[in-house]
């Protein structure tokens, strides 16, 4: 997991363009990922997940997929940093939904303490907005990307 203060940093455009990629590949469905970081200061990497739910309102890791990803990290010296999914149907804006939050926070607390949501909205195929989420308090802000 990270610490409190990585989930501020971000990574550079190769990256975002990876989960722009992964995402766009995905629709019509939701895609889903991770951004996992070396270190304190080390490099970023886009990891994507298949969303076991081939839904297109809803993502979830696959189970076994995930632990993979949990396992390859931990050896790699990676800290989980974002998740990422992408919301499609209607006009698919980025915002953090009731089910997002639900998932995300069962019981009010977060389910990755440090860790950050990033919602990618796609309409048609294709990217119209993402918002970063980090858990403040008692629910989770929108923070910068740049």
Known sequence: MADAGEGLAHPGPEVLDAVVRHLESAWPLEGCGVVLRQGARGPWRCRPLRNARA??????????????????ADARGEHLMWVFHSHVVGDGDAGFSREDRRQAAPGGEPLLPGVSYLVVALRHGRVTARRLFRWEGTDFQPVEIP
């Not at 839904?55 to 390859?72: H, M, Q, S």
């Open 55 to 72: 839904a297109r309102d809803a993502y979830a890791f696959d189970p076994t997929e995930w632990l993979g990803v949990l396992l390859e």
